[in-house]
């Protein structure tokens, strides 16, 4: 018995996965999951609107972005993530300069914080769009000035939220971290993107 293949239905391809983002440092973190993907910078305005809180901003802005890269591949699936700072209610994002992390180090010292990390799976053409939330909360050891001085100039970084990198010297400025998604903090919840993914179509365990 013979099987005529040019009459077969084509065998179906993964889609193309697209992180949507330019953060190094979720890129690095997809990295680890070992499939190919692409990045593509989101064209989102990240202004917080009037009230919105720091968990709905993230959750806002994680599936903005994701949906803004999606509508340019429609054939891909696209992530999108979002953190913010949760200082009692307030958000705090990425302070850009040395004076703006300084006064945010100096808010949080001896304070919990919670960093709100987003994370959402968009396809557009099969119509799937999930966000999901993890909640880290964070206590800074009540650090003195010179400490924070000290260690701004040591790691620089104004480009993340809260002005501190746990994977860094920047441990050092906490004294206890609770969640159940270990690499949320650093910017892309794995966890919870592997299980959106899973929804979406795309299991990282079969492709």
């Known amino acids: 018995m013979t099987t005529d293949f040019s009459t077969a239905p084509p065998m179906a391809q993964p889609r193309p996965l697209i992180l949507g983002s330019t953060s190094r440092y979720r890129r690095e973190l997809l990295e680890r999951l070992r499939v190919p993907f692409t990045c593509v910078s989101p064209e989102v305005d990240e202004t917080p ?18 949906q803004a890269v999606a509508a340019l591949h429609p054939h891909a699936v696209v992530i999108g993530s979002d953190q913010v700072a949760d200082l009692h209610g307030q958000p705090l ?12 180090l100096q808010a949080m010292r001896g304070q919990t914080v919670v960093f709100q990390t987003a994370v959402a799976v968009v396809c557009a053409h099969t119509g799937f769009a999930e966000v999901d939330l993890a909640q880290v909360r964070v206590q800074f ?9 000290h260690y701004l100039r040591a790691e620089t970084p104004y480009d993340c939220a809260g002005s501190a990198k746990s994977e860094g010297l920047g441990i050092a400025l906490l004294a206890r971290i609770d969640n159940d998604d270990p690499t949320a903090l650093v910017g892309l919840p794995l966890i919870r993107t592997c299980s959106l993914l899973a929804r979406a179509g795309l299991d990282l365990l079969k492709l």
């Open 49 to 66: 609107r009037p009230g919105e809180s720091p968990q709905d901003l993230a959750c806002r802005l994680a599936l903005a972005k994701a």
């Open 93 to 104: 994002g990425k302070p850009g300069t040395h004076e703006r992390a300084v006064a945010q």
């Open 141 to 149: 050891r009540d650090l003195t000035g010179a400490q924070i001085e």
